[in-house]
């Protein structure tokens, strides 16, 4: 891909984007029964420019009916800690947002989410990833990215992994990528991060410092 030029690239890129977006396979056909029960609405924001990639678990209900990705209090929540705005967070410029499912999954028995489908890490994301290479930070939200993108060097929690955040932020992967990994910005992790106060102390101001290294600098 390195020697691939910017329009094939991006034409790639636009063909794959139109492929998931008439995706139904965990709908029509799916792997992995049950069905997913709402009707499919794929959110997935390729870019052959951005130099980072946010990669979280999927859709949630407002996400759904938007089509936005965290179009919700979480992204308000993400983008404070991003130290951007959202004019940046939505540019294809600035950002990819690869979550692991790209629909919203539906509701378990007790009312929370289900996980994702892995329909879409199967078929989806080994062809994304690669049309990619521009990118220079994978930013990797809950166990379900951190599981994929880390792999065997994920720990065996989700706060023991993001603890150790500097292992993989300090030290590129075979792709040139940092890969930073951090808890959901959701609203109920507000415990997490009063128990956890290095997280903002120490991982977001370098997080935050990457970044603005990393867009576009304005006209």
Request: hydrophobic letters at 35%; charged letters at 20%.
């Amino acid at each position: 891909m390195e020697l691939m030029n910017k329009q094939t690239q991006q034409q790639l890129i636009t063909t794959l984007s139109h492929e998931i977006a008439q995706c139904r396979l965990c709908h029509d056909n799916p792997r992995y029964p049950p069905a997913m029960a709402m009707p499919p609405r794929p959110v997935c924001t390729i870019s052959a420019t951005a130099p980072i990639a946010i990669c979280g678990q999927a859709p949630g209900m407002r996400v759904y009916n938007t089509g936005i990705p965290f179009n919700d209090p979480s992204g308000d929540r993400l983008r404070q800690w991003l130290n951007v705005t959202r004019e940046s967070f939505y540019s294809p410029d600035h950002f990819a947002i690869i979550p692991m499912g790209f629909c919203f999954p539906g509701y378990d028995k007790n009312g929370g989410d289900l996980p994702p489908r892995r329909e879409c890490k199967e078929v989806w994301h080994d062809r994304i990833f690669p049309l990619m290479p521009q990118i220079k930070l994978v930013i990797v939200i809950g166990q379900y990215a951190q599981n994929y993108h880390l792999g065997k060097r994920r720990h065996k929690s989700l706060t023991e992994t993001v603890l150790h955040w500097r292992d993989f932020f300090e030290a590129p992967d075979g792709n040139g990528r940092r890969i930073l990994p951090i808890p959901h910005p959701s609203w109920r992790n507000s415990g997490w991060l009063k128990r956890n106060p290095w997280f903002e102390r120490d991982l977001l101001p370098e997080l935050q410092k990457l970044t603005a290294e990393l867009l576009p600098n304005p006209d």
